[in-house]
């Protein structure tokens, strides 16, 4: 048998072993993702949770501006009252609906009227929190302020965070997430509603996070 026989026997007996083979390995890396992906999913879910408040903030520090993410008004009252209170030297009011004029914010909180005639603003483009952060940089570069205090509901509050910070790095960012009557009186898991809520909130913060990465890296 001639050399060139012989390679080309050998040859066509390792290619089929090969293939089972491969065909292995690419088996144990799907079995491998399809156990890690819900570990790390449920983990981070638990992570999640822990980083949802249940008490309100007792806030220590002041900033610059003041920007609240609409979306309930026990949100925008909290706001109006740190700024009246001088954390603050103005608030923005991220997500207000085009129609919403600003003598209609001060009703809710009457006692406060002055200040929010004076030292308000109103954000009527945002429409999610991506538009509450880019509001807010806009808004920020615009006043010239490098710290802001960031209000909203304590389940949004990790998105909001990562958004702000997302579009203004350099900014010291303080949190006062405001915690909704329904989570303070009762676990998140004992109400189907406030569930189906958090979990939703969980995949909107991961869907961000995993937008922003790719943004950098494409930066």
């Known amino acids: 048998m001639s050399a060139g026989e012989s390679d080309t026997i050998h040859s066509g007996m390792d290619a089929p072993a090969a293939r089972p083979r491969r065909r292995g390995w690419m088996l ?4 491998l993702m399809v156990l890690v992906l819900p570990l790390a999913t ?19 520090r002041n900033a610059d501006g003041i920007v609240v993410l609409t979306g309930g008004a ?6 109006i009252e740190l700024l009246a209170t001088g954390h603050g030297q103005r608030l923005l009011i991220s997500g207000v609906h085009p129609t919403t004029r600003a003598d209609e914010i001060s009703k809710l909180k009457p006692d406060y009227e002055r200040v929010v005639r004076c030292c308000v603003d109103l954000d009527r483009d945002a429409r999610n929190t991506y538009g509450n952060a880019t509001g807010a940089k806009r808004w920020a570069n615009e006043r010239g302020f490098h710290s802001l205090i960031v209000v909203t509901s304590s389940y949004h509050m990790p998105r909001a965070m990562a958004e702000v910070a997302h579009q203004l790095p350099n900014a010291n960012l303080i949190p006062f997430p405001v915690v909704s009557d329904k989570l303070r009186a009762e676990p998140w898991w004992s109400s189907s509603a406030t ?5 939703s909130e969980y995949i909107k913060y991961m869907v961000a996070l995993a937008r922003m990465r790719v943004e950098a890296l494409v930066a």
């Open 195 to 199: 569930m189906k809520l958090v979990l």
């Open 42 to 60: 449920a983990l981070g879910f638990v992570w999640f949770l822990c980083t949802i408040p249940l008490e309100e903030v007792q806030l220590q």
């Open 28 to 31: 144990r890396v799907v079995l």
């Open 74 to 79: 026990a949100r925008v009252n909290d706001a």
